[in-house]
Nanobody, 125 residues
Framework: QVQLVESGGGLVQTGGSLRLSCAAS????????MGWFRHGPGKEREFVAR????????YYADSAKGRFTIARDNGKNTVYLQMNSLKPEDTAVYYC??????????????????WGQGTQVTVSS
């Protein structure tokens, strides 16, 4: 089992920034690739970003490229999502997730084994 707890969400104006954190406990954090997904109002859950087990590769949804940065600190068992230039359409509950497939990319939510409870991000116009 891996327990994931997100934090850092909140209310921000258009153009603002937030940094989300996801703290992991349980199994060895570095044995997992980590991803961020989001679920906005009236939308399907969607992939945002992914980072491989050692941070050697990162992957982004088109909507996140150039604005969001995923990073991890295996010493702190934490993955981050730095979000800049936020837009109202970024409003969603953001979830971190762990994938036992340590390398490569996956933007499919059901391929991730463990999930956090989510943190709300609201971007006002």
């Amino acid at each position: 089992q891996v327990q994931l707890v997100e934090s850092g969400g909140g209310l921000v104006q258009t153009g603002g920034s937030l940094r989300l954190s996801c703290a992991a406990s349980g199994r060895i954090f570095s044995n997992y690739a980590m991803g961020w997904f989001r679920h906005g109002p009236g939308k399907e859950r969607e992939f945002v970003a992914r980072i491989t087990w050692n941070g050697g590769a990162t992957y982004y949804a088109d909507s996140a490229k150039g604005r969001f940065t995923i990073a991890r600190d295996n010493g702190k068992n934490t993955v981050y999502l730095q979000m800049n230039s936020l837009k109202p359409e970024d409003t969603a509950v953001y979830y971190c997730a762990a994938d036992r497939k340590m390398t490569g990319t996956s933007d499919v939510w059901h391929e991730y084994e463990y999930w956090g409870q989510g943190t709300q991000v609201t971007v006002s116009s």
